[in-house]
C-alpha cells in the first residue's frame, strides 16, 4: 500500500453543515478529505479551517483552468489556507503548470500540486462528441507526460489508467484516483471504475471515495471496511 492514508473521503455535499456532521464521524487518522466547487462555493475557506481544526488534512478540488498569471495566485492562495493538495487541468498547458508550481516554490509549506487528465465521466464517445477523438488512454499518457515534464507532483487519472501511467513516468509521480467503487457498489456518474484494491494494485497511490463512505448508515464502519479490505 503506498503511504498510510491512501482514502480520500469525497464531501460532495452542498451544504456545511452536512459536511461537519459528516467528518464528526470519521477518523482524521484514517483519510484525508476532499472539498469540491460545491462546497467551496457554499462554505468558502472557512470550512477549510474547519476541516483542519479537525485534524483532517484537505484535497482542494477546484481543478483550475485559467491563464497562467491566475491559477498561479488561485494556487499561492490555497497555499495560504494550508491545504495539503490542490490540483489544475493540464489541459491549461505547460506554461500555466510552471507559473502554479513557480509560484508555490516561494511558499514555506506547499501544498502538492497534481493536474486533472481527463474526468472519469467521459468515454471515448465523449471526447470525439468535444472534437478530441482517439483512445482516452493515448489521451491520459500525454496529458500526464506534458504534467510532470512541467513540474507537477502527480496526475488526477482514472484508476483504469493507472498502470499505463506509473509504467510510464515512475514510482515518484503521485496517482490521485477517483472512480473508486468498493465490490458490488454502484458507478453512478462514473465510466472508467475500479475497487480500492484493484486500484492500489495498478499503482494508485490515493484513493477518491464518496458515496459509498458519505452515503452509507455508518461512515466510519465503511471506511473500516474499505481499510480491512485493502489490507489483506
Known sequence: MSGTKPIIVALDFSDESLALDLIERLDPSACRVKVGKELF?????????????????????????????????????????????????????????AAARERLERVTRPPLLVGVTLLTSLTGDDLAAVGCPGDPLERVLALAALGHAAGLDGIVCSPREAAAVRAVEGAGFRLVTPGIRPAGGVADDQRRVMTPREALAAGADDLVIGRPITAAADPLAALRAIEADLAV
Request: a negative charge.
Open 41 to 97: 462555493t457554499r462554505a468558502g475557506p472557512g470550512l477549510v479551517e474547519a476541516l483542519q481544526v479537525r485534524g483532517f488534512e484537505v484535497f482542494l478540488d477546484l481543478k483550475y483552468h485559467d491563464i497562467p498569471n491566475t491559477v498561479a495566485g488561485a494556487c499561492a492562495v490555497a497555499a495560504d489556507l494550508g491545504v495539503w493538495m490542490v490540483n489544475l487541468h493540464i489541459m491549461g498547458g505547460a506554461r500555466m503548470i
